[in-house]
């Protein structure tokens, strides 16, 4: 089986998990989504970092698949944020959080992933651009959170979903 991991990554941990699953699965073909070129692969792994409740534009493009480029193949995906469970908003009573991000994907999609998975992600303030930092200081304000780093990533959950993949393809 022929595996390609491509994903979005801005300040690196989703790089990082990406790189880590495709090792696991044993294959160097991972791509950030900015660089991609092909489809190669016959099982192609589809992951973004979640900004402002979304995943990356081309992430979803990709999904779409309105080239049908996905359409023989099998798909898994992954989203890499920090808000894990399903969050409500008080002020406009719209859902968040990773089951939502993840049905979004699948949404896309339109067909049942052969398998999926919310990461933990990870929010360093000195590695932000300006915008991100403002953003994050005012959503930290806005919902009462100390203003602090946030490293949840698990290598633990790499596994988890390497080992789910293996044991559907049966390797
Ligand atoms: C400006 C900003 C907005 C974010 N918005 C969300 C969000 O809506 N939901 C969420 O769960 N995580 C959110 N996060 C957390 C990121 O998803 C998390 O930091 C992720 O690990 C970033 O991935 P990257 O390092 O690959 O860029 C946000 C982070 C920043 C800096």
Redesign the pocket.
């Known amino acids: 089986m022929n595996i390609q991991v491509i ?11 990406a790189e880590s699953i495709a090792k696991k699965l044993g294959t160097d073909n991972v791509t950030d989504i900015r660089e991609h070129k092909a489809i190669t692969g016959d099982l192609i792994i589809i992951g973004s ?6 995943a990356h534009e081309k992430i979803m493009q990709l999904l779409s698949d309105e080239q049908g480029k996905l359409k023989e193949k099998q798909v898994a995906i992954f989203v ?5 469970e399903r969050t409500t908003k008080k002020i406009d009573n719209k859902e ?3 089951p939502v ?1 993840i049905e979004k994907f699948e949404k896309v999609l339109a067909k049942v992933p052969f398998a999926s998975k919310i990461f ?4 360093i303030l000195a590695e ?1 651009d300006d ?3 403002e ?2 200081k005012e ?1 930290a304000k806005r919902v009462k959170m100390p203003l602090k780093d ?1 490293n949840v ?1 698990s290598e633990a959950e790499v596994d988890e979903f390497a080992q789910d993949i293996k044991d559907k393809l049966n390797v």
């Open positions: 994903y979005y990554s801005k300040y690196g941990s989703t790089r990082q998990i970092a979640i900004f402002k409740e979304v890499v944020c920090l808000s894990r968040g959080g990773g991000y933990g992600g990870r929010m932000m915008a991100d930092r953003r994050t959503f946030v990533m």
